[in-house]
C-alpha cells in the first residue's frame, strides 16, 4: 500500500468533503451557464485512482491556525477552508470543459500537534503531483507553507524550486526550539536548504517595512531573498517588477506560489490575523503580475493563506481570494 494511502486511513488528520458543501446559485445544466459548485468532484482521498487526478485543479483545505497562536496571532484561520469553498461555490465556469476540479478534503489539526499536521499535508501534496493534479491549497495560517513546500520537494527532488509569496511579512523568524509557526516557514525552509545542499530561491512581493524589523531585513539579505517593498508596487514600477520576477524565475525549475492575504489593504483583505492598512489592491499591477507567473508554465502549485472568516466583513478576503482563484484557473486554461 502506498505511504500516503496508509496514513490516510488513519483519520486522526484527515476529514472528507461532503459532495453537498459544494452548492450555490443555479443558472441552469447547460455549461455556459454553470459555476464551480456544479462541476466539483468531492472524493475522499482514500478512495483515488490515477487518472481522477489527471490534469485536475485539486482542492486541498488546510484547517489549523495552530501557527497563528503560537506566533500569538488572532486564531480563527482553521475555518479559512470552509469559508472558501463557500466563495469558490458561485464563480461561473469560464473554462469547462478545459478543467477539471476536485475536492479532496482537509488536513486538519484539531490536537496542536501542528508539525504532524504539516507532515501528512506534505505527503498528500507530493501524492497529488506524483498523479498529475495541480494542488490548490485552502489554508489555514501561513504554516500552510512549510507543509506544501516540503510536499513539492518529495515530489520534485532534483529540481530548482522558486517560492513565490505575496506577504507584508518575510515569515523569516527564526523558530525557537524548532517549533514550526505561521511566523517562521520561509526560515525552515532556508534551512532545509542548506542541510539538503539545495539552494534558497524565495521571492516576496508587498513587505512593508513598517511590519518587519531590521533584524528581518538583514536575515532576508543574508539569504539572498529577492523581495520588493509594497510600496514599489505600482503602475510606473511595472516593467521593473516583471524583470525582477523573470530574473528569479529564470533561475528555477518550478515554482510554488503562496498568497498570505495580508498583502491586501484592510479595506479589501480585513479576514487576516494581522491586518495591513497600506497593503496592495487587486488591481491592474497585482493582474500583470499573477499573469506573468502563468505565462512561466513553472507554478505546480498554489496556497491560500491567514483567511480568517471571523473578521472577514462581508467575505471580502474570502471573496478576493476567489478572484485570484478565478483569474488563475482562466490565465492558465488550455485555448
Ligand atoms: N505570519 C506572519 N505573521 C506576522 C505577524 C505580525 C503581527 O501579528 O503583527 C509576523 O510573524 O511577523
Ligand atoms: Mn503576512
Ligand atoms: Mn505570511
Known sequence: MEKWRKNMINKNYYRATEQNCWTGRNDGDDWVQMRWWQIVQAI???EIGKEELEHSLVFLGFECDEGVARNKGRVGAIKGPESLRKVFSNLPVHFFPYQKIVDLGNIICTNKNLEEAQKHL???VAMILEKGGFPFLLGGGHEILYGHSVGVRKNYPNKKIG????????????????????????YQIAEDCKRENNDFLYFVLGIQESSNTLELFDRAK?????YILARDIHLLNIEKIKNELKNFLNKTDIVCLTIDLDVFASADSP?????????????FV????????????????IDFAELNPNFDID??????????AFDWVNLNRDK
Open 122 to 124: 506534505s505527503m498528500t
Open 222 to 226: 543574508n539569504l539572498d531573498v529577492n
Open 44 to 46: 475522499q482521498l482514500n
Open 163 to 186: 517560492i513565490v509569496n505575496f506577504d507584508a511579512h518575510f515569515d523569516l523568524r527564526k523558530p525557537i526550539e524548532n517549533i514550526a509557526t505561521s511566523g517562521n516557514g520561509f
Open 271 to 283: 479576514g487576516v490575523s494581522a491586518p495591513t492598512p497600506n497593503g496592495l489592491r487587486y488591481d
Open 315 to 324: 467575505h471580502r478576503t474570502a471573496k478576493l481570494a476567489a478572484n485570484i
Open 286 to 301: 497585482f493582474y500583470e503580475i499573477i499573469k506573468c507567473l502563468a505565462e512561466s508554465k513553472k507554478v505546480v502549485s
